[in-house]
């Protein structure tokens, strides 16, 4: 009998979840549109495996498409900062700065994707976000340099 429970014994499996396993799990949970799930599992990932910065940039993803844009602009710009010349990093932290109205940034992190990948997956939408900066700062200026005017004020002829 006692060896019976010593060899059930040596056939326990020690297992604990690492921030891989939680990643996976929300990836999956991705894939079936479980988003509250999803948001769950990337979250422990990302405390289980803070230097990640796969699993940081991916978890910013979520926090974007929750809106939470401050939230996500810390998460991708440390995972950018663990690897500034991975392209995929590189144009969500422009993504997530023109959300944040830091139209500069946007356009800096928009070039520099182009640099590092010029035809990537996301070539277009960077060469977007530098077109709407430069619309956008081309706006301003003209606005503020535009004087006042009362020629568009019409007068009420004296009948």
Known sequence: M????????NNIVSFIPDGEYYFNKAIK?????????AYKYMKRAAELSPDDAHVLMHYGLLEMNAQNFEK??????TAYCME???????????????YLGLMNDAKKYAEKYLEL????????????????V???Q???MIW???PMSNSSCKRKRAD
């Open 72 to 77: 996500a602009y810390e998460l991708i710009h």
């Open 138 to 140: 081309t706006k301003s």
């Open 84 to 98: 500034p010349d991975e392209p995929e990093h590189v144009y969500y932290l422009a993504e997530v700065s023109g």
């Open 134 to 136: 430069h619309f956008e």
């Open 144 to 146: 503020m340099r535009k």
């Open 2 to 9: 006692e060896k019976k429970q010593q060899k059930e014994n």
């Open 29 to 37: 949970a991705l894939e079936k549109d479980q988003m509250d799930r």
């Open 117 to 132: 990948d010029p035809d990537g997956l996301y070539a277009l939408e960077a060469k977007e976000i530098i077109d709407f």
